[in-house]
């Protein structure tokens, strides 16, 4: 396992961590300044940020500061309720890895969406297997491209809490099976079973640390599959749903040893910072953010 405790060269910070501090946004030419500015070698950007901030000048941005990204987000909400849904769901997952490709994106990560309409309120029915289908059709639809843009795509698993509105893939062990279905384990020749990368799995902490399978399926998913890490901590009490995730070491989450069974399966990429914190690190200055960032990931990570 990578020791952390010396530098910060592993860390990548997602972006969401620090876009609206004390009720601005902070724009997203400003972060990778900041990140670059203190030795933060990755970032993970959302598509929205980059819409504003443009994505050729992002692109150009993060070449100029030599940042890499450790996962662009995000693709997915593949759940529709009628045709015109579905497609412009594909129209806009296409343009999604159009943009991971121009930003050099290791993956393009997936949250796949919950209910049809519930994100908006109103769920169209009732029935989570349909939806789970229509995500299954619409990853494989999107993969045909990714294959040809050699582009893969992480499938993030979301806490079950998300299942109705965000999410309708809620452990490692679902997000696998849809990779085991999509993607086949080919021989290699040796007799050995090997995955082609194109397809596999963000693991972020948030959503799977209580999982009793965790362990089990972190090694089923093996190095290729394993595309990105996401970190934060689990707060006790948690307050908001969305909006009010920890500073890693500030909650529950046994952090190192979960990095070290993924790390156990060869994962040697970022371990990603991911926090929306409406109430506390939402309401701090930027920089101190990332600087509390930089030394909790060397001591609690
Ligand atoms: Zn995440």
């Not at 997936?110 to 059709?137: D, K, N, S, Y």
């Not at 109705?164 to 997000?175: G, P, S, V």
Request: charged share 25%.
């Amino acid at each position: 396992m990578r020791d952390f405790s010396a530098d910060h060269r592993w860390l990548s910070i997602n972006t969401a961590t620090v876009r609206r501090q004390r009720g601005a946004d902070w724009p997203l030419a400003q972060i990778l300044d900041a990140c670059a500015a203190r030795g933060i070698r990755a970032v993970a950007p959302w598509r929205d940020q980059v819409g504003v901030a443009g994505l050729a000048a992002t692109a150009r941005q993060l070449r100029a500061l030599g940042l890499e990204l450790s996962g662009y987000c995000r693709g997915g909400m593949f759940t529709y309720t009628d045709a015109a849904g579905r497609q412009a769901v594909r129209d806009d997952n296409r343009r999604a890895l159009d943009e991971a490709c121009t930003l050099a994106a290791p993956c393009l990560v997936l949250v796949v969406g919950g209910l049809p309409g519930a994100l908006a309120g109103h769920a169209a029915h009732r029935e989570i297997a349909a939806a789970r289908e229509q995500v299954t059709e619409g990853i494989a639809a999107l993969l045909a491209d990714a294959r040809e843009r050699r582009m893969p795509l992480a499938i993030e698993p979301l806490h079950p809490m998300y299942a109705a509105d965000r999410a309708c893939i809620n452990t490692l062990e679902q997000a696998l099976d849809v990779c085991d279905a999509l993607d086949p384990p080919l021989a290699d020749g040796t007799g050995r079973r090997v995955h082609s990368g194109a397809l596999g799995v963000a693991v972020d902490l948030y959503h799977v640390w209580w999982d009793p399978k965790l362990a089990a399926q972190i090694a089923r998913a093996g190095r290729e599959r394993l595309l990105a890490l996401h970190v934060c901590d689990w707060l006790t009490p948690t307050t908001d749903l969305l909006e009010d995730r920890g500073m890693m070491g500030d909650g529950v989450i046994d952090i190192p040893r979960i990095r070290a069974w993924v790390e156990a399966e060869g994962y040697a990429g970022y371990s990603e910072v991911e926090i929306f914190s409406a109430t506390n690190w939402w309401q701090r200055d930027g920089g101190e953010v990332l600087d509390t960032c930089i030394e909790r990931h060397r001591r609690c990570v």
